[in-house]
């Protein structure tokens, strides 16, 4: 009997050394939710319009059966300002992308002028104002120091390139 407690007391004692097992893994940590950062909103220029940083794009001219275009913008993207020549109404029509009403001010390196904006009223909104094609501002805008400004209400400003675009719709309407 003597032995059999013995081997018992051996086979516990060893049972005994054994570690316990492992606790379970725990769940995969779920991972955090995307946080979408909003861009910061665009700062309002400041100082002498002649010092404002030029709006991202280029100017690009096409023709089409009203007349003639030049549109301002990113690549890829829809213009941001355009001077469109119509023809049969011997009108130009200057346009700054964007909702609501009230005034759009151009600036050029010589002179000033405020005209009355109104939406366009098609599927992308633009405020737009109408220019006679003799209008001393087309010649201010086309010999401007490099740059042009737009100012229309509710809207952030704009400093635009001034390129050979914009006097080849004026000369089209002046034709």
């Known amino acids: 009997m003597r032995t059999r407690f013995l081997i018992l007391a051996s086979v516990l004692g060893v049972s005994a050394c ?10 995969p940590a779920t991972p955090p939710p995307s946080v979408t950062v909003a861009p910061p909103p665009p700062v309002r220029p400041t100082g002498d319009w002649t010092d404002w940083p030029l709006a991202t794009g280029d100017w690009v001219y096409r023709q089409d059966d009203r007349g003639s275009i030049a549109l301002f913008g990113p690549s890829g993207a829809d213009a ?53 094609p003799r209008d001393a501002i087309l010649d201010a805008m086309i010999f401007s120091r490099g740059r042009i400004a737009v100012e229309v209400t509710g809207q952030m400003p704009l400093a635009i390139p001034s390129w050979a675009e914009i006097g080849r719709v004026v000369e089209d309407c002046r034709a």
């Open 18 to 27: 054994v570690s316990p097992p492992p606790p379970p893994l725990p769940a």
């Open 80 to 132: 941001l300002v355009t001077l469109r020549c119509d023809k049969a109404r011997q009108r130009i029509y200057f346009s700054r992308a964007g909702s609501g009403s009230g005034s759009i001010v151009i600036r050029s390196s010589s002179t000033m002028k405020e005209f009355a904006g109104a939406p366009t009223g098609g599927a992308l909104p633009y405020i737009a104002t109408e220019i006679m």
